[in-house]
């Protein structure tokens, strides 16, 4: 099975970039996928982006260095499986707030009989060779994200469920949920302390933590902070941000 | 007829910005379009789109206060007629290198007796309105590219000819063409003097000329050299070079 | 935040027009939305539209005057709150049969604190403008169908539920729930007296209450009785009976 | 090879009514073509319509028992041969003027000797049978449209080149180049006149003249004149109008 | 209503022929539906298929004489609705391991008072016929998955649950949850005994038994072992070993 | 910029087996292109293909080992410009029958000085990476397909023509020019003879020549005359056969 090298960087302690794609499209997954980045993120849950759409993107991410993976919508088993018989090498599951929703997460994206996975490769087998199925469980990532008041309080028991890969954490959701504001880069205590919480849980834990980050330079300072897996705005933002600098220069001119 | 806003603001001898759009994605299309650029080409010349995906963009730019444009893949009736039909306000076309080119494509984005567009107008109607096909010819912008080497020579009789609602330039085919490199923002004199001369051409001929940049920098150099229209990068070098910062930003922290 | 004209208009008291979309085609939706009609719903329940089309279509409407609504499959929270990052500016669900249903419903619609939607507002952003995130909960519309024996019996504690902005009668699933014929604009008086049930208990907590026609008549009856949204068929019974006119038309000549 | 039954009607003389199909639906093409029609025609020329989606509606039109047909955007060769190789038993092609162009189109058409069609079957052998390729020829349907001044005058010539299988009368283009307007059933006598000829000219030769009509009740007076092939409106129209008319029937209760 | 062409060969006890297609495309769904399979299943769990693309499939299956099924991802009330108003005339629901996952599967597929499936018939009516909804409680087939342990020990009572119409065997599956290898055509004794006692169980209650397998040898074995649908490898299968026959061929030549 | 490896291998004198796409599917696409061909051509002319889809499958092939090349519809130069942009290492022109022909096809694919294709590499550049202007004149492939009499009796001139890489037989075309039957490896003597020729006038100018063939082993033996580019029947006919022989197995069974 080829080998995931995003998570075998990760194990090694390297810090990492990580795109998010919420654009419907394989080509704009391509471009990104070609910059230099770790991982691709295919966004079901917030992108705009279908099961018909997440295969031509995943596809396109293949075609680059970078790992695929993708956001399910929630713990659901449907969903999640079909993103790995895609060729996902691994599913970020939102909203993970007990180390139950972390056993029910892992187990639907292993085989038995460790978890629920059902058989059907499909194309998981012409991404990662013919040895696929008896290797997937070793190679896939299962990264749970942390994101709510209950999330934090039981991140330690949520690190610590067989089969966790990974925490990252959103950090918009996490302060509406802390009952904050969902800024860029929220200097509120309340969630700089959450945050901070679920980092040393990962370390602690020995699993990398990624984040997501509004800007490039956000995205470094979180690097600097311990972070493995930073991610320096989605797609979309970054369009969108590159697009509005073009008409001001403009503007300006 | 809803007003081309676009075509107004060059008559009024106002800066535009452009974008320019390659991904194909009715999502991208509008988020690049909401940034606050004056008009959006759905680049069917090298951009990744077909008819079908050309369609859901041109509608996402009309749910924006962007002017939605098209660049077609050559002097080709059907093509251009359909990109019309479809709702573009203006059709930009490749490779104008004689008047008598410049002839053929105004005619066919004219009904009747000015050209020879074909009767059918289709999503023209939602967009424009019910009086769009008495007023469709006067409110469709015709964009000739002047991008090779006779275009230059012929500037003049091109801008010259009735229907022709302003040039573009196309620096890197230019470049090609005039047997210099196909750079950004190229120094080279040949090339510099070329697009003087076009730009020279269409003030002389009361008619606005357009220039893609590579930069937000860039374009707004040109702004201020007296181009009217000026496109800072299409979305995916944008996104690419976006993500491409991200990237760096990390890897230096 | 762009206003949300049509939950306006129903406060306002004023009777409304509204389509239904189950063509999968964002062009069949614009053209649909340009009627005149005063919101549009992308049918995500009964429709053939997936959420990569149901995307296209809201694009599609919000590019006309009509404001954008879809119809989820049930309470299915992932669903929802993809509608709504997509741009609907309210959700119609269906088999609301208990207060219980309700406020599940509305909590999938709203941000904390008052509900769970997760953050990430994609498309929201673009069509409502930058302030979106915080006055979303106000603008956008959660709609609980009432058509089962249960929600009748139940209808004015779902109207009761904070949260609710209007009620919708599927005529056709609460004849079968009923032990009736779905027929159209059935004169069973179990029907018949449920549909009036529903319609006095809105009027009673001063919400709304729409309901689905088979015919334009039979929508203007429905609006004399006192409904503000009335449905006059949706695209593909419009469609399907106006092509029906034609061939009878022909094969009588 | 599966006989083409909207031919054999008209070679009995018997009316049809056709359909005209410009959104890009499959599910919309079937819900059109479910309707009794006896051709449903996907239109390439002003339907928003790409090859990728003319395949699934001439799938979809395929469902019912209609026989598929297609519009090309002119006498192009690469298209005109993929629509039929995409399963349409018959291409109307717009703008034919001379017989030259009848030829050419002809001649696009059919496999040699008698024409130039390259060979590729495809879903041809899959809607036609395996004796497709041999009997091609003979079943698939030339249609050509006239709809200029040239084509008026050239009508009986055009009529009388080998392999056209029938006219179809463009009423809106023909007004145009006529110095007419493209009202809905104009009663300009240019316009009558020359649809008139068209008629007639057909009748001389023994081939079938198909016209589009803007209603059900214009189409059955075309019936009613003598042409064998009655368009009672496009989809869209049909679509625009029964919206509307929902719309007012509310906007009058 | 259009009859269930393929339930009524299995009444019969008639052995059948299926297919299965996880390739996301109309085209591929038409050509091996050609083939003179008895019924084709588009796989919504394992293949790589949305529900956009899964109408284009059952469209496509509905013009040819092949009979179109349906699997989904479990026991999704939203999901399987949506397949059954597209069309298909059967639901294949992966897992059924108890008799009360049974009952709650049949419930999604009928009609009440039967069941709970919500009126909007949609596409069943284009393809069934005006009188669907009254006749498609008998004509709908709903098949129950057995491929767990519990699905096995249990198999009796399933296989007496009103409404399951067959059953069918997910050999892979199964020999997963028995704690075996997911090898083609297994000879554990453990797999091949529960096989053994799916096909008992069902011939005892009376009803049909499906199973998949590996290759055309594979599927004749089984029919000539009294399994009345066989179905010989998906059409991924299908094509990876032919194209895989091809490049052997030429390597060795 | 990316080697083409086929290109090269040819250039080594070894036999390579390529696929042939024309179901419109990524999926379908990286299924085939992973079963160890060394090239695969979308098929623009035959397959059932759009740019939309090209797009997608030059992609997916991408991911592959196998080099992605596409057909055109004919010398058509925008079409040829777009695969190109979208990543096609190589264009395969049908109805190649003059050196004229051959000079118009190669100048398509090559950027001035040599040809006249237009800057704006576009996916080329993902694919291919930075440096792909400046070398892709010398990497992508111009196959000139010879199926015409004029082309067989012009093809040692054809084959001089310089930047022609490769000549490709279409054995069914050329039978149907030469006015024999387009059957499967054709005995008829004028066909073969023709081919004979082909073969050896690219043998005599150095140049690499392909066939198609319609089965492995007509490959094989094509492979076995010395051609080193063979194609051992296209995707649609291979899962066609594929299934026929399942269905044939069981019910010989």
């Not at 705009?48 to 293949?62: E, F, K």
């Amino acid at each position: 099975m080829r080998p995931n090298t995003f998570k075998r960087k990760l194990a090694a302690g390297e810090t990492t970039v990580g795109a998010w794609l919420s654009i419907p499209s394989g080509y704009a997954a391509e471009i990104v996928a070609s910059q230099g980045v770790d991982a691709a993120v295919v966004d079901l849950q917030h992108g705009m982006i279908g099961l018909d759409t997440a295969l031509a993107m995943l596809q396109a991410v293949s075609a680059t260095n970078a790992t695929p993976l993708a956001r399910s919508g929630g713990i659901d088993d449907a969903q999640i499986m079909r993103l790995l018989d895609s060729g996902a090498y691994g599913v970020v599951c939102p909203m993970i707030s007990t180390p139950q929703d972390a056993a029910e997460f892992v187990a639907a994206c292993r085989y038995p009989p460790v978890g629920r996975r059902s058989y059907g490769p499909a194309r998981g087998l012409l991404y990662g060779g013919p040895d696929y199925v008896s290797r997937a469980n070793g190679e896939i990532m299962a990264v749970a994200m942390i994101e709510t008041r209950a999330g934090v309080d039981n991140v330690q028991q949520i690190a610590a469920v067989e089969g966790v890969d990974a925490l990252f954490i959103g950090p918009n959701d996490l302060a509406l949920d802390l009952g904050s504001e969902p800024v860029p880069e929220s200097r509120d205590p309340v969630v700089v302390d959450a945050i901070r919480r679920i980092r040393e849980a990962g370390a602690e834990a020995g699993i990398p933590v990624g984040i997501f980050a509004s800007t490039p330079e956000a995205a470094a300072a979180r690097a600097r902070e311990g972070f493995l897996w930073v991610v320096p705005d989605n797609d979309a933002g970054l369009l969108a941000k590159a697009t509005a600098r073009g008409v001001a220069a403009v503007r300006e001119a």
